[in-house]
């Protein structure tokens, strides 16, 4: 069964304060791990897409990274209107691409205090 | 705004009740997912439908049921319903062409009481 755990569980961080969070997972033939960010009571928000070990992508004040085990979620100076819960999810399915879903972590819910 | 809209925003009803949520995906997008999040499980993958047909299901009850029509809409019919159905549904769509990622619509929050 495809798992995913992300840590911390929450943090708390200075504005300014730069730190990284992490998503591991567990699962057959990965097809494409996800980084969403939730704001409370919203849907989630797409932030980047990696398929293979060694991919990085950049938004901003985030950048994520992908090794064959897990990925992190580095932000670099954050303001306070990037606390938020940020979802890891993986994809896995068919390589048609018709017929998947994405199993997600439980989050880490991030707080950027001024 | 990710183009994904969800019908109603919030429901209230009573145990036993059966209630239908609806979703209209993003222009172009022949797929739908639902979810179902809860405090204590997090975002979980019910089921998905591609272009009209059901193409993989996850940790849907047997009472929640869904269709995709063929203007792309897509609905969740959930019935028979428990205290421990309460939860925010989500409906995300995808183009699933030169991508696989998952836009998600606001969400409908359902209280069973």
């Known amino acids: 069964e495809d798992q995913v755990t992300q840590s911390p569980e929450a943090l708390r961080l200075q504005e300014g304060e730069s730190s990284s969070l992490n998503c591991s997972y567990t699962v057959s033939g990965l097809r494409g791990l996800f980084w969403y960010r939730q704001d409370p009571g919203k849907g989630p928000e797409f932030l980047f897409t990696l398929y293979s070990a060694g991919e990085e992508k950049e938004k901003e004040r985030l950048k994520a990274t992908l090794t064959k085990k897990e990925s992190f979620l580095h932000i670099t100076a954050p303001k306070p209107e990037d606390s938020a819960t940020y979802l890891c999810a993986v994809r896995t399915g068919n390589s048609g691409g018709s017929n998947y879903k994405l199993t997600f972590g439980k989050g880490t819910l991030l707080t950027v205090n001024p | 705004d990710s183009g994904v809209t969800q019908t109603p925003k919030h429901l209230i009803t009573a145990t036993g009740q059966r209630v239908t949520l609806r979703c209209s995906p993003r222009?172009?997008?022949?797929?739908v997912y639902w979810y179902q999040q809860s405090l204590d499980q997090g975002l979980q993958f019910l089921i998905q439908?591609?272009?009209?047909?059901?193409?993989a299901k996850g940790n849907i009850l047997e009472r929640f049921s869904a269709q995709q029509f063929p203007d792309l809409h897509s609905e969740l019919n959930l019935s028979s319903l428990e205290l421990g159905d309460s939860a925010l549904y989500f409906c995300?769509?995808?183009?699933?062409?030169?991508?696989?990622?998952?836009?998600f619509g606001p969400g409908t929050r359902l209280t069973v009481t």
């Open positions: 439908y591609y272009n009209g047909e059901e193409r």
């Open positions: 222009s172009g997008d022949l797929s």
């Open positions: 995300a769509s995808s183009p699933l062409t030169t991508s696989y990622e998952q836009y």
